[in-house]
T-cell receptor, first 112, second 119 residues
């Protein structure tokens, strides 16, 4: 079975500061890992995904995440936050033939 | 990426009525579609998985007679909330996977979501 833990339900950063959203996973099989972003009253948009290729994954909007098997982590980072980054972020995990399981989400606030 | 469209985006209905939400894959054939429910400020909970031409597989605790799912074609799945009650008010999101879209990596493409309010 797979599960995801997102540390911190709410993260607040200043505009221009580093964004770090934490995600730890549990999986009995090699995982596929994803980060999604959700803006209010909208569906989910894929930021990036890890599919057993390069451990450092670059996504859209300047985000990237690093898969660390030894730490069972897949933290999302962005060097410099923009106001437009304020949204809800979900980490998700699945095995090859298992449903996608979401973390509880982290709300990112960006302060001017 | 592939596009998934949901309709309606918002619906308000009276208690006891039924509401149908459509989920369409616009530029790919979706062999599998998933329906999620999201309560305010919470994560997405998988309700059911539907494969084209077969019955949906519901997650534990989801009433299949309450939430009817039909996946009659490779581009359309529908969720019907029957005899809706205020506790059914929620944000419902569909997602789709199929063919070359998403490949075998498990990437899902999500609809915009449908907010149901039952009075």
């Amino acid at each position: 079975a797979q599960s995801v833990t997102q540390l911190g339900s709410h993260v607040s950063v200043s505009e221009g500061a580093l964004v770090l959203l934490r995600c730890n996973y549990s999986s009995s099989v090699p995982p596929y890992l994803f980060w999604y972003v959700q803006y209010p009253n909208q569906g989910l948009q894929l930021l990036l995904k890890y599919t057993s290729a390069a451990t450092l994954v670059k996504g859209i909007n300047g985000f990237e995440a690093e898969f660390k098997k030894s730490e069972t982590s897949f933290h999302l980072t962005k060097p410099s936050a923009h106001m437009s980054d304020a949204a809800e972020y979900f980490c998700a995990v699945r095995g090859r033939n298992t449903p996608l399981v979401f973390g509880k989400g982290t709300r990112l606030s960006v302060i001017a | 990426g592939a596009v998934v469209s949901q309709h309606p985006s918002r619906v308000i209905c009276k208690s006891g009525t039924s509401v149908k939400i459509e989920c369409r894959s616009l530029d790919f054939q979706a062999t599998t579609m998933f329906w999620y429910r999201q309560f305010p400020k919470q994560s997405l909970m998988l309700m059911a998985t539907s494969n084209e031409g077969s019955k949906a597989t519901y997650e534990q605790g989801v009433e299949k007679d309450k939430f009817l799912i039909n996946h009659a074609s490779l581009t359309l799945s529908t969720l019907t909330v029957t005899s809706a009650h205020p506790e059914d008010s929620s944000f419902y999101i569909c997602s789709a996977r199929g063919g070359l879209a998403g490949g075998n990596t498990g990437e899902l493409f999500f609809g915009e979501g449908s907010r149901l309010t039952v009075l």
